[in-house]
């Protein structure tokens, strides 16, 4: 299975962007996906999940109201909306597929990482 990130760049505080993660259709449909991020000298962290459906989803408290996950099973792509971006929300971030179809905010819980897209916020 293979995840491809995309979308990430560099953009003033306040901004926005939409990263995508484009999954193997076929493979990831009945499982729940999600995206986490790695600043420098820091742990891989939770950022959002979605499950199978597209009906349930939670964020990290550091992001919540701010950043939207979605996706589209039809496409295969999985979607994360950042609005009104901070410094510190520059990281590298990857997405992920669930081992099942619940959401999960455990980095345990995933079994294929895409290889990251890097965010940086300026102040």
């Known amino acids: 299975v293979q995840l491809q990130a995309s979308g990430g760049g560099l953009v003033p505080a306040g901004g926005s962007l939409r990263l995508s993660c484009a999954t193997s259709?076929?493979?990831?449909?009945?499982?729940?996906m999600g995206w986490f991020r790695q600043a420098p000298g820091k742990e891989r962290e939770f950022v959002a999940t979605?499950?199978?459906?597209?009906?349930?989803?939670y964020y990290a408290d550091a992001v919540k109201g701010r950043f939207t996950i979605s996706r589209d099973n039809a496409k295969g792509t999985v979607y994360l909306q950042m609005n009104s971006l901070k410094p510190e929300d520059t990281a590298v971030y990857y997405c992920?597929?669930?081992?099942?179809?619940?959401?999960?905010?455990?980095?345990?819980?995933?079994?294929?990482w895409g290889q990251g897209t890097q965010v940086t916020v300026s102040s």
């Open positions: 979605i499950n199978w459906r597209g009906a349930d989803a």
């Open positions: 259709r076929r493979t990831s449909s009945n499982n729940a």
């Open positions: 992920a597929q669930a081992l099942s179809s619940s959401t999960s905010d455990d980095r345990t819980r995933y079994r294929y």
